[in-house]
């Protein structure tokens, strides 16, 4: 498995962290956004102990809410990662980064390393922001971006699981709550949301690219991916999609000089058995390597972030 992570802390038992570990977490998430917490006895305890080791560091584990992939909830606050097939690259992205609110700590624990691939890539954000071309990034700074999904029955998660709430009366009080606007186009529920594309850091006060603008755009798929999505549904009707703030297309090139710069701030280490992941997810962009055989990596998310609020 080569080398430790440079941003490895080796520690040993089931946790709570004393002080001067404590500290040297706090600094790391300061500084670079990430840390590895290497040789904690975290999974024998089940969820309750990831969940214990959250709550110490960033304060109680939160829901999984407006979700935008497939997980199943283990209790505690504790999420299986994304379930997607193992052959799928998810790309780098900040969680929740479409939304008003987003937590500020991510956790990922590793119960079964993959046998081949299964890296979960992080992304300085701060450098993200630096290789994007002057005229682009200067763009999404005028303009910013817009999300627009469309639930489609039998296809995805449905708008009830994804939102969190069961009756299309609540529609109102939740879009009022979350900045968003809906309508109905029959069965199908479209949500829109007008976003920024860069934020400043609460603490750190660095500017950060953190969106979903490439992510959730079609021309991030793989050409057969994206080849069967058009296939099934016109551009207004994609389970996800992303614009410009004003409604324009974002240019497929564009979509591809993005990708090219969060590969230039890519880095990545392999997971050993037990190891803690954790995130400042705002300075941090995540993502997951195709992989082969098992792998099993529980999520747990802390310290909401309001936008409306500011804190």
Known sequence: MGEPPRNCLQLTGSGPLDEGDQARVADLLASDGWVVCRGLDVGAGGTASLAGLVTQLAGAPLDYRERSSPRTD????????????????????????????????????????????????LADTREVLRQIDPSVRDEFRRRGWRVVRNYHDGFGLSWRDSL??????????????????YDWHGAVL??????????????TGDEVWFNHAVVFHIAAHRPDVR?????????????????????????????????????????????????????????????????????????????????????
């Open 74 to 121: 283990l209790g505690h606050g504790v999420f299986t990662s994304t379930e997607y097939p193992a052959s799928e690259e998810i790309h780098l992205h900040n969680e929740n980064s479409y939304q008003t609110d987003w937590p500020m700590r991510l956790f990922f624990q590793c119960l079964q390393p993959a046998e081949e691939g299964g890296a979960t890539p």
């Open 227 to 311: 080849a069967g999505l058009a296939e099934l549904f016109p551009t207004d009707d994609l389970p996800t999609h992303t614009y410009f703030g004003d409604g324009a297309a974002i240019p497929d090139d564009v979509i591809e000089h993005l990708k090219d710069c969060y590969a230039a701030a890519r880095f990545r280490f392999d997971y050993l058995s037990g190891d803690v992941l954790i995130i400042d997810n705002m300075l941090v962009a995540h993502g997951r390597e195709p992989y082969r055989g098992d792998r099993r990596v529980m999520v747990s998310m802390a310290a909401p972030y309001s936008e409306v609020a500011g804190a």
């Open 190 to 203: 479209r949500t829109s949301a007008n976003r920024a594309a860069i934020h400043r850091h609460p603490v």
């Open 164 to 181: 969190g709430i069961f009756d299309a009366s609540d529609l109102d009080a939740f879009a009022a709550a979350h900045r968003l606007s």
